[in-house]
């Protein structure tokens, strides 16, 4: 019996994380939906204070549209810091970003907002930052 061995071809994978992209990652159904999301589960979560402020959640969007390296870069109290990285690290997988046709991993920010007073209990926006 012969035996024949297969030579595996390894693909070089780029594992840069951008911060700059053609096409951003998208949360399925896009930004409203995204506001939606963190919206109910900020409405149904038991917070001790009723703190009022922004917590700012940066995380990479990985190829497979999967959430990762999830962490608070504008803190508020410990509770919300807590609930704002929960929420998005429970998220739903997103359209991964496209640079020069191909699919990155890239680096993206959400500003999560708390508090009475807003017009929307939850404001969401893209964060560029340099």
Same mark, same amino acid.
């Given at each position: =019996?012969?035996?024949? $061995? ?10 840069? /994380? +951008? ?17 939606? +999301? ?14 009022? #402020?922004?917590? %700012?959640?940066?995380?990479? %969007?990985?190829?497979?549209?999967? /959430? $990762?390296? $999830?962490?608070? @870069? ?5 509770? @919300? *810091?807590?609930?704002?990285? *929960? %929420? ?19 680096? +993206? ?5 708390? #508090?009475?007073?807003?017009? =929307? ?5 893209? %964060?560029?930052?340099?």
């Amino acid at each position: =019996m012969l035996l024949s $061995t297969v030579k595996a071809q390894t693909a070089k994978i780029d594992t840069s /994380v +951008y911060t700059e992209v053609e096409q951003l990652p998208e949360f399925p159904g896009g930004t409203k939906k995204l506001k939606e +999301y963190i919206s109910n589960i900020i409405k149904k979560a038991p917070l001790k204070d009723q703190p009022s #402020g922004l917590v %700012i959640i940066t995380f990479v %969007i990985e190829r497979n549209g999967s /959430v $990762t390296n $999830t962490h608070v @870069t504008k803190e508020l109290t410990a509770e @919300t *810091d807590s609930l704002a990285v *929960d %929420i998005v690290k429970r998220s739903p997988k997103w359209k991964p970003a496209q640079q020069n046709g191909q699919t990155v991993r890239c680096l +993206y920010s959400v500003p999560v907002s708390f #508090g009475k007073g807003n017009d =929307m209990p939850v404001a969401v926006k893209e %964060i560029k930052e340099r």
